[in-house]
């Protein structure tokens, strides 16, 4: 399992978090997303064997949001 953290801009009411939350929860392998509208952040635990960082991202740049990844130190990643 992989843990990140997303740095998301252009994230302003409840819909962006029902939308973020809702869509990438329905991706194959995900098995946890959490949006903190306040931080500008997105937590997500995945399963990388079965959907890449990429298209996690990708999903939410569709919805138009800007992401930039923040990398967890190492002993908070999940393997």
Do not use: W
């Not at 903190?36 to 949001?65: C, N, P, R, W």
């Amino acid at each position: 399992m992989k843990k990140v953290i997303l740095t998301v801009k252009g994230m302003s009411c409840g819909h962006c978090i029902n939308s973020i939350e809702g869509n990438v929860r329905k991706m194959y392998g995900v098995h946890f997303v959490k949006v903190h509208l306040d931080e500008e952040k997105v937590d997500v635990s995945f399963d990388s064997k079965a959907v890449s960082l990429k298209e996690i991202t990708d999903m939410i740049e569709d919805q138009g949001y800007g992401v930039e990844l923040k990398k967890l130190p190492k002993d908070q990643s999940c393997h």
